[in-house]
């Protein structure tokens, strides 16, 4: 926590312009701070967060634009991983942990401003208009296999009707819940599988608060507000890239240096480098670590049936069996305006463990931007998986001929608890960290840099959240949610895996899982 207290004329550098690094410096600039830059060493501006155009951030999506249209097995073969994450749920429901419901709900009242001033229209971002939203409030929709609701899900219900939020949840097997579904308009998502009329169970939660975030412009659109305000970025491969910090003759950091060799001095430097933390700060170790999920993507033709059926505006988001383990933990959304539709899978969080600088192992990313070898495929568990659920959830996707169109894999930190790091690094008050998303924070892009000030300032210390975020350690005896650093001998290491085939985008049978 801060030992020294900020000046509005001090001079901070945040490395990283993905969810952490804008709301950062956002709220820094709408408290005062004149002296903020942010650097990355992806040209944001240019790529707009897509993808394809070079964004490797867990932040990224795809622009109307950002995709050729190819015979398919061209485009299956080279455009697999071009897309990076096209959109992000929100949702309030969070079980017994009542503190990120009450942050989801704040992030909700952002996410609504912000669709506001889009409408209005005044001052946008190039590529974005009056007609564009960044929420979508379509609902998300938590279902199983079993037949009862999840103890998760009863703590949920209970909760929000204790903050006053009684009659958002909607339980698809209450016929009371139903009717006020219809009544309400969201109908749509109390069975959205159609399981009823397939005489198949029907057990979920519809949470009326939550639905889907666009991810690359709610980015666009918070880079803008930041510059707007004063914030400088830098944007470039050698000059935005960070090398290492910049120390004084006691060990103290009084900056950083970048890739191009330039040394920026800074009274404070928060890394908020998404998967790429924990390899650059090595304090992580057994805190942090970088995994990822796989994610497949259809398209639905325009002149489908189904491109009205999966509209935002008839389709909710949706996660299925959550914590169940490597069989569950599937996650979707309805179809974009271009037809593309998005299902991931963190039942199994992959890792690629490498040999560091220092000797030791940790795992980064590898991306379609990374040198040398191409992550082309998902491994072939998650592929099982995500064809086990087509099969039994949406077969008409096989009945109507659509395929799968593209693999990717998405990558994370997760802390071994599964709540954020927001901390000055120990025994460096001049560095803090802000990382450990766990694969549940975009949705607070709006707000979560709220509380990443407050923290450098010292405000609200004793606050649950807070010191959940401090610098920690796994104790004794503790059981991790998420287990890290097994190294290069664990099954979910990349080199471990057997991979997915192009074979295996074929859909119509249902693999064993």
């Not at 802000?434 to 923290?455: C, E, M, Q, R």
Request: with cysteine.
């Amino acid at each position: 926590m801060p030992t020294r207290r900020l000046q509005k004329t001090d001079r901070i550098i945040i490395i990283g312009a993905g969810a952490f690094g804008l709301s950062t410096s956002l709220h820094l600039a709408l408290r005062g701070y004149k002296n903020v830059i942010v650097f990355d060493r992806h040209d944001y501006e240019a790529s707009k967060y897509d993808y394809r155009s070079g964004a490797e951030s867990a932040s990224s999506g795809m622009s109307d634009s950002s995709i050729d249209i190819l015979p398919h097995n061209t485009f299956s073969l080279t455009c697999r991983n071009f897309i990076k994450d096209l959109n992000k749920i929100i949702r309030s429901a969070y079980g017994s942990q009542v503190e990120y419901q009450d942050l989801s709900k704040e992030a909700i009242e952002w996410w609504t401003a912000w669709n506001e001033e889009i409408k209005n229209g005044n001052d946008l971002p190039p590529g974005l208009d009056s007609s564009d939203r960044v929420y979508i409030n379509n609902g998300t929709l938590s279902f199983t296999d079993k037949d009862e609701l999840a103890s998760f899900e009863l703590d949920t219900i209970r909760n929000m009707e204790a903050a006053g939020l009684a009659g958002t949840q909607l339980v698809t097997m209450n016929p009371q819940h139903v009717e006020a579904a219809e009544k309400r308009g969201v109908g749509y998502g109390i069975d959205p599988f159609r399981r009823k009329e397939r005489g198949k169970g029907n057990v979920g939660v519809l949470d009326t608060t939550g639905g889907v975030v666009v991810a690359d412009k709610a980015c666009r659109f918070a880079l803008h507000k930041a510059r707007a305000l004063g914030v400088k970025f830098v944007f470039d491969a050698q000059a935005g890239a960070f090398e290492s910090f910049w120390y004084d003759k006691v060990g103290k950091v009084i900056g950083v240096k970048m890739q191009n060799g330039e040394r920026h001095k800074a009274d404070k430097v928060v890394m908020a480098c998404g998967g790429w933390t924990p390899s650059l700060i090595p304090e992580l170790d057994g805190l942090c670590e970088t995994t990822c999920g796989s994610v497949i993507m259809l398209k639905i033709p325009r002149d489908s049936p189904l491109f009205v059926r999966f509209s935002p505006e008839r389709f909710p988001s949706w996660m299925w069996q959550l914590w169940d383990g490597a069989e569950g933990g599937l996650y979707g959304f309805p179809r974009d305006d271009l037809g593309w539709m998005k299902i991931g899978y963190r039942g199994t969080k992959y890792t690629n463990p490498q040999v560091q600088p220092d000797g030791k192992v940790r795992s980064v990313p590898i991306t379609r931007y990374t040198p040398g070898d191409k992550i082309t495929h998902i491994p072939e568990r998650a592929m099982k998986v995500f064809k086990h659920f087509l099969a039994e959830y949406l077969p008409e996707m096989a009945e109507s001929g659509i395929d799968i169109e593209l693999t990717r894999l998405c990558w994370y930190t997760d802390s071994f608890d599964n709540h954020y790091v927001v901390d000055d690094i120990p025994g460096q008050d001049t560095v803090m960290v802000a990382t450990g998303g766990s694969g549940h924070a975009f949705k607070y892009l709006p707000n979560i840099g709220k509380w990443i000030v407050d923290i450098m300032e010292g405000v609200g210390l004793e606050r649950t959240l807070v010191q959940r975020w401090r610098w920690r350690e796994l104790q004794a005896g503790e059981k991790p949610f998420n287990v890290l650093m097994e190294g290069s001998g664990s099954a979910r290491a990349l080199q471990n895996v057997a991979w997915s085939k192009d074979s295996d985008l074929k859909l119509g049978t249902r693999p064993r899982l």
